[in-house]
């Protein structure tokens, strides 16, 4: 009862971002516990991409999106040469290099990476980052529409 009294004690505004971000929630729940789960039992080769279609004009579907949308290692400094040009035979400017093989050889083109747990830290915040806007946006899209009927009301009165 007191949650009641304390949601009620709220202006117009306040409770439309309330209800926006529990919104937001049950719709992330619904789509992890429900949507997904029978999704992947009718279609088991893979999600076709019109299924995503809900998920994605809901927002939520940038949670699973994130890995892609936030760039490797953006918190990172690189740190870790990565070799993505390999070759038995020495090229002008390349570098001695031993394959994934153990095989020796040289590295005609390298490029610098982030640290593997430097990587999946950024990744995590950018995760988190990510589900910290879409719970903000639906926040003011609460709050907008609780406004506009804080208006609406004020106006007739």
Same mark, same amino acid.
């Given at each position: 009862m007191?949650?009641?009294?304390w949601f009620h004690s709220k202006k117009l505004w306040?409770?439309?971002g309330i209800v926006g971000v529990i919104v937001c929630f049950v719709l992330f729940l619904f789509h &992890?516990? &429900?949507y997904f789960p029978i999704v992947n039992t009718i279609f088991r080769d893979g999600i *076709?991409?019109?299924?995503?279609?809900?998920?994605? &004009?809901?927002?939520?579907?940038?949670?699973?999106?994130?890995?892609?949308?936030?760039?490797? %290692?953006?918190?990172?400094?690189?740190?870790? *040469?990565?070799?993505?040009?390999?070759?038995?035979? *020495?090229? *002008? %400017?390349?570098?001695?290099?031993?394959? &994934?093989? %153990?095989?020796? %050889?040289y590295c005609a083109v390298q490029t610098m990476s982030p640290t593997s747990a430097c990587a999946d830290l950024s990744q995590a915040v950018g995760f988190v980052g990510i589900a910290i806007l879409l719970v903000v946006a639906y926040f003011v899209i609460g709050a907008v529409i609780g406004k506009m009927i804080e208006i609406r009301k004020a106006k007739r009165q």
């Open positions: 007191n949650m009641k009294k306040e409770r439309g &992890i516990l &429900i *076709p991409d019109w299924a995503l279609f809900f998920p994605t &004009i809901t927002g939520q579907a940038f949670l699973f999106f994130a890995g892609f949308i936030v760039p490797y %290692g953006f918190l990172c400094n690189l740190t870790v *040469p990565v070799c993505n040009e390999w070759s038995l035979f *020495p090229e *002008p %400017g390349s570098v001695p290099w031993t394959s &994934i093989n %153990g095989q020796s %050889g």
